[in-house]
T-cell receptor, first 110, second 113 residues
Framework: DAKTTQPTSMDCAEGRAANLPCNHSTISGNEYVYWYRQIHSQGPQYIIHGLKNNETNEMASLIITEDRKSSTLILPHATLRDTAVYYCIVRGGSQGNLIFGKGTKLSVKP | DVKVTQSSRYLVKRTGEKVFLECVQDMDHENMFWYRQDPGLGLRLIYFSYDVKMKEKGDIPEGYSVSREKKERFSLILESASTNQTSMYLC????????????FGPGTRLTVT
């Protein structure tokens, strides 16, 4: 499985867009990029996933570069409730389990 | 919305006790998972199940067993609890075997004294 690299922490002002980067230079052709987040003392929450096209849902947008070696999760209007650890996960095959790295701790400030 | 519920948010047990952690999902998902989360170690897979009465070992199954008698319910059993099993336990479910879109419960923080 491809390894991911994320910044340890980021700050964002409330109401502004939060852009969380992830590098996955060893991603293979059949591997998807998944994003989860974990708010303190809660279980992880699925956000979005993609293969090579950009994706958008009610929570966020996912931008994947053309070479698929990196991606950016965008929270368009961050709120205080978006403060959490955000995990970028690259996964393929059929084992079914997720492997969470250390993630990025996003702090949204008033 | 998918809802995954776990029987307890906090649990305190004594060493040697048998412990049952229950998980229920309401979206008719095929797969269910049990993870534990520890500081510095991230989430680690204990067991998963892809069908009723079917189970597969994850990365750290020692000291645990599981039961899935009904599709919506997946139980984690600590046969004889030990202090090194003090952890946050997270249950998750997913629609099918190849989906990594997993939905997690709120977690059970287990303390073994």
């Amino acid at each position: 499985d491809a390894k991911t690299t994320q910044p340890t922490s980021m700050d964002c002002a409330e109401g502004r867009a939060a852009n969380l980067p992830c590098n996955h230079s060893t991603i293979s052709g059949n591997e998807y990029v998944y994003w989860y987040r974990q708010i303190h003392s809660q279980g992880p929450q699925y956000i979005i996933h993609g293969l090579k096209n950009n994706e958008t849902n009610e929570m966020a947008s996912l931008i994947i570069t053309e070479d698929r070696k990196s991606s950016t999760l965008i929270l368009p209007h961050a709120t205080l409730r978006d403060t959490a650890v955000y995990y970028c996960i690259v996964r393929g095959g059929s084992q079914g389990n997720l492997i969470f790295g250390k993630g990025t701790k996003l702090s949204v400030k008033p | 919305d998918v809802k995954v519920t776990q029987s307890s948010r906090y649990l305190v047990k004594r060493t040697g006790e048998k412990v049952f952690l229950e998980c229920v999902q309401d979206m008719d998902h095929e797969n269910m998972f049990w993870y534990r989360q520890d500081p510095g170690l991230g989430l680690r897979l204990i067991y998963f199940s892809y069908d009723v009465k079917m189970k597969e070992k994850g990365d750290i199954p020692e000291g645990y067993s599981v039961s899935r008698e009904k599709k919506e319910r997946f139980s984690l059993i600590l046969e004889s609890a030990s202090t090194n099993q003090t952890s946050m336990y997270l249950c998750a479910s997913s629609l099918d075997f190849i989906s990594y879109e997993q939905y997690f419960g709120p977690g059970t923080r287990l303390t073994v004294t």
